[in-house]
């Protein structure tokens, strides 16, 4: 139990860090604001003090007396409590309430926001972490960007809406599932829970889902329709699973003034500089704002310039980019057009808290400039012009901002984003720059290039692996102008006996391993094959590590009982209960270049 616990930690460390940070940071400013217990103080603001505090006091007493849901008597002549719970109180997390005293209940609701807002920067982290395929720092930074945005900051009193919040990454992740593996479930269970949790915040996120699934890059016009078809049923199979909370809410709305339809009739809020200043690093946090225009955007400069990044690098197809920025785009005139805000709230008025659905946009937007932050740290070329574009992109933004704005922008603001923008530029182009290593054999007297488009980073260190047959190599470096590069040789064997075939597979004894090596200039159908032998019937392990920073190979195992696979670190296991028999390990080249693999019976 203790070695799984560690393999846990290290191979997640960083999606770990991603809810621990949050936490951390959130209650160290409890602490310091003397929120209790640390002191008299409370984050409930706004109505959550005055409004949603009641209601779960009442919600408490309910649980701990076991009193009727469907009706109270603890405001007026009594309410609707089932419908006014299916808005505010449906969340199991609030179920926490009921195991502390009336007294300590405006604590228990202060640290649920800390809790909530960690569990949103740890499933936006999930996501990221999916994309790049990896666990790295690079997912805390983008999680935390999502989850301590100034949309999470200044709206997060409203506690009620926070799980969709939360949701939202594990549905896009879930639909990438269901699109490339036909597997809907974690789509269908994540899109309940957050309809169970707040129909009215999840209504914005099925209108949101809609555009991700038609601007979704199907590979042609039959798999969008087929996909079609699982999307639709799996939404509404969710639907379905909720029902028990979206009729009840639905059959109390239609009893209130927000059933009546009144379309607004001006055409336009503000400007494009009224929006997207809320960009600015400095910005301060909206609770509150009788003007319907007024929005919540900032999440963070770093996503500003890769966002820029995103749209000025070629290694991202045209096509991606114009599917990107026609649902920014939609957004953001969403934002600026009442009818448009009229429909994304409900069709209902936004009494307060404009432009709700802001936190739609912050994720695409995070979403966009994460795929771009990707393609920098792979560094398959230079990639300092483009960092020097993408700075000009956001400067000409800017400048429009400011010269369209009809309401006062604040210029430390600015100058604070401007200096950050230059920061962030001088470290992408500074340190990712790449450099493009080749190597290259001697046959006889001439030299012979064996492998190419090895990627490394200027001014900083980096390892680059290509696996070599006996000989004399030489490294070709394609550096710019002035740079300093060293190298240093690791030789590392990789040489053991494999098989050709099922019948040649070399056995791997208990608590062994074999190294091996596919070269630059075998196929891609090239495979090894091994073979272990379980004596008794128990609980195997086989561990598959890569071996250098470029290994892409597809491990197959074949015997007498299924075994599941799992991700660790720098690598995977394959693991089960298995049956008495010999068991074959079939490992195929996954890519053109080097790969590199290291297997070990490990149990």
């Known amino acids: 139990m203790t070695n799984k616990i560690k393999d846990i930690l290290k191979t997640h460390k960083y999606l770990l860090l991603s809810f621990f940070l949050p936490v951390l940071l959130l209650e160290g400013i409890a602490i310091a604001e003397k929120i209790q217990p640390f002191g008299s103080e409370s984050f409930l603001i706004v109505d959550a003090l005055h409004q949603y505090l009641p209601f779960f006091a009442d919600y408490q007493e309910k649980l701990k007396s076991m009193d009727s849901m469907f009706y109270s008597f603890h405001a007026g002549l009594g309410y609707n409590f089932l419908g006014l719970w299916a808005y505010y109180l449906a969340s199991p997390l609030n179920l926490v309430i009921a195991l502390v005293s009336k007294s300590m209940l405006t604590m228990i ?308 984003t401007v200096a950050a923008i230059a920061v962030y530029k001088e470290n992408a182009a500074g340190n990712v720059s790449s450099v493009i290593y080749s190597v290259q054999k001697l046959s006889g007297k001439t030299w012979k290039t064996v492998a190419t488009g090895l990627a490394g980073v200027a001014k900083n260190n980096y390892v680059v692996t290509t696996g070599l047959a006996a000989g004399t190599y030489r490294v070709v470096a394609n550096a710019a102008s002035g740079e300093i590069l060293y190298f240093i040789n690791a030789n590392q064997k990789a040489s053991d006996s494999y098989g050709t075939s099922k019948k040649k597979a070399k056995e791997i004894k208990r608590k062994k391993s074999k190294k091996q090596v596919f070269l630059s200039n075998e196929s891609t159908s090239k495979t090894h094959w091994y073979k272990i032998k379980v004596k008794k019937t128990g609980m195997t392990y086989i561990d598959i590590t890569g071996l250098g920073n470029k290994s892409k190979i597809s491990v197959t195992v074949t015997g007498a009982a299924r075994l599941k696979n799992k991700t660790i670190s720098k690598g995977f296991r394959i693991y089960g209960k298995a049956k008495k028999g010999t068991y074959y390990i079939k490992i195929k080249k996954g890519s053109k270049g080097t790969s590199g693999y290291q297997v070990k019976y490990t149990k």
């Open 109 to 416: 609701l202060s640290h649920l926001y800390v809790l909530k807002i960690a569990l949103c920067c740890f499933t936006a982290a999930f996501y990221f972490r999916k994309r790049r395929g990896k666990d790295e720092i690079s997912i805390v930074a983008f999680g935390m960007a999502y989850g301590l945005c100034s949309y999470m900051v200044g709206y997060s009193w409203n506690i009620m809406w926070m799980e969709v919040m939360m949701m939202l990454p594990l549905i896009l992740y879930g639909i990438d599932k269901l699109m490339k593996e036909h597997d809907g479930r974690l789509y269908c269970f994540a899109l309940f829970i957050s309809l169970w949790c707040n129909f009215y915040m999840s209504y914005m996120t099925c209108l949101f889902l809609i555009l991700w699934y038609l601007l979704y890059p199907h590979k042609n016009v039959k798999e969008f329709f087929t996909n079609g078809f699982r999307f639709a049923g799996y939404s509404l199979l969710s639907g379905a699973m909720a029902a028990v909370v979206l009729l009840p809410a639905y059959l109390g709305i239609m009893q209130t003034s927000s059933a009546k339809l009144q379309f607004p009739k001006e055409l336009w809020y503000g400007t494009f500089g009224n929006l997207f200043s809320r960009h600015f690093l400095g910005t301060t946090p909206l609770t509150m704002a009788v003007d319907d225009s007024k929005i919540n955007l900032y999440c963070g400069i770093l996503t500003l310039l890769m966002a820029g990044f995103y749209l000025a690098v070629r290694e991202i197809r045209l096509i991606d980019k114009i599917r990107r920025l026609l649902l920014l785009v939609f957004l953001f005139f969403s934002f600026n057009m009442p009818v448009l805000g009229y429909v994304w709230h409900g069709f209902h008025d936004q009494y307060g808290i404009p432009n709700r659905f802001a936190f739609l946009y912050i994720f695409a937007w995070l979403a966009m400039a994460y795929e771009g932050y990707c393609v920098l740290v792979r560094g398959k070329r230079k990639v300092s012009l483009w960092i020097y574009f993408a700075v000009v992109l956001c400067g000409v933004l800017i400048g429009i901002a400011m010269k369209t704005a009809t309401v006062k922008v604040e210029m430390k603001t600015v100058y604070a």
